[in-house]
């Protein structure tokens, strides 16, 4: 365990029990998560929808207040294929967990003010995050200190896209992964596909992409295998417990170094 690190977790059944409600249509599934944003404590000015130039769902967010106004990002797209599958893989198992970080990190005060956003049209060439990083103002964009990305768990243990990652939030990841003993490998993807992180990268701002996906599972994306089927329950529930430690540890990690204080 790390030092200096709050975070709870919800149960496996609960985290199981969201994974298994989803729907195929990506309305209901946008709506499905801003309903469990509220259910996890985010509400009034603090949940909010952002509607898209194009006919899309919006984009949902809550907002977790920290004591600062650096921020972190996290994300998932809410929306599937239209052709293909249930996209459960890709990718409601990283939209569902949205709603269980924002529990996991809420019960303790924050540096950060943490930014949850599940991105609408992804699958359509990354529309949602496009939109989301491009309408934030230039200071706005400032005080995002680093975006966290879900994309495609649960086929096995948790991968990350090491190319098109920061270094800062990949040395941060796997100190985590080695303190709490959890395996998480490199796996890029940069010939198979792209990532809602990459809308952030064309800003210069790190981030960094979580996913299960390999050689072997690569087919079952926008296939009709993407079903329940597909899901290793308790690899997706470490997913989760990673990620979750993963972000409390981030919160202190990326705190601005102490101003030096005057010698008297
Ligand atoms: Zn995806």
Redesign the pocket.
């Known amino acids: 365990m790390l030092a200096q690190i709050h975070f709870r977790l919800r149960t496996r059944e609960a985290v199981a029990a969201h994974l298994k409600s989803f729907s195929t249509r990506n309305s209901e599934r946008e709506a499905l998560i801003r309903k469990w944003f509220g259910d996890a404590g985010c509400t009034g000015a603090n949940l909010s929808e952002q509607g898209l130039d194009r006919r899309l769902p919006p984009n949902v967010i809550c907002v977790l207040p920290g004591e600062t106004a650096e921020v972190i990002v996290v994300g998932a797209?809410t929306d599937k294929v239209e052709s293909f599958g249930d996209g459960v893989v890709?990718?409601w198992t990283?939209a569902a967990l949205l709603p269980s970080l924002v529990y996991s990190l809420s019960a303790q005060p924050r540096h950060h003010t943490l930014i949850f956003v599940g991105f609408s049209g992804?699958?359509k060439g990354l529309v949602g995050s496009r939109y989301y990083v491009d309408h934030l103002s230039n200071e706005q964009r400032a005080h995002v200190e680093g975006m966290v990305n879900f994309?495609?768990l649960g086929l096995g243990p948790t991968e990350v896209w090491a190319s098109h990652a920061d270094q800062v939030l990949l040395d941060a990841l796997a100190a985590v992964a080695f303190a709490s003993k959890m395996p998480v490998t490199t796996m890029n993807v940069d010939d198979l596909?792209t990532?809602d992180s990459e809308s952030f990268a064309r800003y210069q701002i790190p981030r960094i992409t979580l996913h299960s996906v390999t050689q072997q599972t690569w087919p079952i994306?926008h296939s009709p295998f993407d079903k329940m089927a597909a899901i290793k329950m308790n690899d997706y529930y470490d997913s989760y417990r990673l990620i979750a430690e993963y972000l409390a540890y981030l919160d202190d990690a990326l705190k601005a170094p102490p101003a030096v204080k005057p010698v008297p």
């Open positions: 797209h890709d990718n990283g992804e699958e994309d495609s596909g990532a994306l």
